[in-house]
């Protein structure tokens, strides 16, 4: 005991005297001696030059000009993979659009009012991975970058130049490369980030990172960030994304170094130490493996979790399902609806005999067609094609669905009959859809999943979050990749149409400090449960498990709260609520910063 005591207070009077963790004077010290071993003994060439990686890094790890680089490199990074691979999506997405069309022609067809259950399970199902595999060109975009960079050697110097940041937090110079992994820009995964984090040392640094990385923006929360983004920000889309993609940055800094003065100031600490590799040329053959292993990686989660969360949704927000008292009143009243449209029709019109029985369901399943192929259309030629098609198929069905409009002898003629009961109709259409979205709510309502989300929502109208999107977030605990999914889902966007101008046409209502809310929340929602698993893994404790499963729920909740409730008591628009938010967190943070933590190691 008395070494020990001897250790300790000799430890303390060298770090008073140098204002320098004794471990990192030892390393010093190894490798001054190993630069005077090799000095005596090594013999240079008259015409050593300096390597190239040399001299770059002269500029790259300067202390003023390599942050520089650094943000640059960022930039870029969000440039390309946000900026570039989103406008990728307006190719991508007609496709998607034209299998779904191609899937739903070949299932059971719509009904007045109840569909048939196998149409509506494997649509609903189809919708949700859709709406995720939409985004696929901007994780392709990201994932080429993150490998271009790995291959030229930059990862370890963002480490380097980051070290000295990051001990203001409780963290590491070897943390980045994990936050770099899990989204410390866009587009990471927390699972590898935090199975990165075995070489670190310190282990203080190690469990602060392990619980921050969720925090990040991992892959599979930029989906409803650009979602919101582009439907609520679009005017300011680049202060939008330069906001969510830092944030989460900023909130996680600010948690670590809060765990890292509570309940990990117990933690052991050792100094950063790494050397750098030479830098590489990038193959095109490697970028592409690696491009390729993360986006497979990427669908096979698709395939397995994102399409079990959609069926186990599906079931949540379906069963127990309405009783029969409930089903007698929308059949009576869609029935109504029926006898309305044909007495509008009358008798004696020609084509009363189409809205007869089975005609009238065989009409609007032509028509669902029809505006499908329409939307497809890429050109105007495409257009005039799916015209003459139609027409071909069924030229009174073709007229209801045209406005009565049809073409005889090359010129475009108008039958006023057909024009007449075609308006008759569209007043049916609106007055059905209203009655199909009237019974989809009261089937969610009515349903599992739908009470959790009326029992919370008496906490969470504060966030802004209606018992809808309880259900979304509830949902995407298991993937946060079916967040955008289940919201289409549940308010019924799933039909061909781009979720984005959906929500952008009011289809929820919302303001964009209900977008602010939701996107904050979404920065520190709980992690996965794959994540959650890591985390035991990694700190082999079922107690800091659910530590990061608990703390992130209760933040999001106060953050939340703060920008809606706060930002509409004191008449803020999103964007005045983002700026001020983002202010008053980056200033937390760097006045936390500035408090010393036990055992922490100082500047040199």
């Not at 619980?211 to 680049?238: D, G, M, Q, W």
Request: glycine share 8%; charged share 20%; net charge positive.
């Amino acid at each position: 005991m008395d070494i020990m005591r001897l250790v300790d207070n000799e430890r303390e009077r060298l770090l008073e005297e140098t204002q320098t963790e004794p471990a990192k004077l030892v390393t010093i010290a190894y490798y001054r001696k190993a630069v005077e071993v090799f000095d005596k003994c090594a013999v240079r060439e008259s015409r050593w030059k300096e390597s190239l990686s040399v001299k770059i890094d002269r500029v790259v790890l300067n202390r003023f000009l390599g942050p520089l680089v650094l943000a640059g490199v960022l930039y870029l990074l969000y440039y390309l993979s946000i900026g570039k691979g989103y406008q990728l999506t307006n190719y991508t997405w007609p496709l998607l659009a034209a299998f779904r069309n191609f899937v739903a022609q070949l299932l059971p067809g719509e009904g007045i009012l109840f569909d048939p259950t196998l149409r509506t399970i494997i649509l609903s199902v189809l919708d949700g991975l859709l709406a995720v595999i939409n985004y696929v060109p901007i994780f392709a975009m990201l994932f080429s970058i993150v490998a271009i960079l790995e291959d030229i050697g930059y990862v370890p110097r963002m480490a380097f130049i980051m070290d000295r940041v990051l001990r203001q937090f409780g963290l590491h110079g070897q943390s980045v490369f994990p936050m770099v992994l899990g989204g410390v820009v866009v587009g990471g995964c927390a699972v590898p980030g935090i199975m990165a984090t075995r070489g670190i040392k310190d282990q203080r640094a190690r469990h602060a990172t392990i619980l921050i990385i969720p925090l990040l923006n991992c892959l599979a929360k930029t989906p409803l960030h650009i979602l919101l983004i582009e439907v609520f920000y679009s005017a300011h889309k680049r202060f939008a994304i330069t906001f969510i993609s830092t944030i989460s940055l900023v909130i996680a800094l600010t948690v670590s170094k809060v765990l890292s003065l509570t309940v990990l100031k117990t933690k052991e600490v050792a100094p950063f130490v790494m050397e750098m590799p030479p830098y590489r040329i990038p193959t095109v053959s490697g970028v592409v493996q690696r491009c390729w292993e993360r986006l497979w990686l990427f669908f096979r989660k698709i395939v397995s979790v994102v399409l079990l969360v959609m069926i186990i949704v599906f079931a949540l927000t379906n069963l127990p399902g309405l009783n029969a008292a409930k089903r007698d009143a929308y059949s009576r009243e869609s029935a109504q609806m029926v006898e309305n449209l044909l007495a509008s029709v009358g008798e004696d019109s020609p084509y009363a005999h189409i809205l007869a029985g089975e005609g009238l369901v065989e009409l609007i399943n032509f028509s669902n067609k029809f505006d499908s192929a329409k939307k497809a259309a890429r050109s105007e030629a495409g257009l005039e094609r799916v015209h003459r098609n139609f027409e071909a198929k069924n030229s009174e069905f073709y007229k209801l669905v045209n406005r009565g409009r049809f073409k005889s002898k090359g010129a475009m003629e108008i039958d006023k009959e057909a024009a007449r009961v075609s308006k008759a109709y569209r007043s049916f259409e609106r007055e059905r859809k209203i009655l199909r979205s009237q019974l989809r709510d009261d089937v969610i309502v009515h349903s599992a999943l739908g009470m959790v989300g009326k029992v919370v929502e008496p906490v969470t109208k504060y966030a802004g979050f209606d018992w809808r999107v309880n259900i979304a977030l509830i949902s995407s605990f298991a993937a946060k990749e079916s967040s955008v999914a289940t919201l289409g889902g549940i308010f019924g966007l799933g039909t061909g149409d781009r979720l984005e101008e959906s929500v952008g046409k009011g289809a929820l209502g919302w303001t964009d400090l209900h977008a602010l809310a939701l996107m904050v929340f979404m920065v520190v929602f709980p992690p996965c449960i794959p994540t959650l698993l890591a985390v035991k893994m990694e700190t082999g404790s079922t107690l800091w498990m659910l530590v990061s499963a608990l703390y992130p729920v209760l933040l999001g909740l106060l953050l939340a709260t703060t920008i809606f409730t706060g930002g509409n008591a004191l008449g803020l628009t999103g964007v005045q609520a983002m700026g001020g938010f983002y202010a008053i967190f980056v200033i937390l943070m760097f006045v936390l910063a500035m408090i010393r933590g036990p055992g922490s190691y100082l500047d040199d």
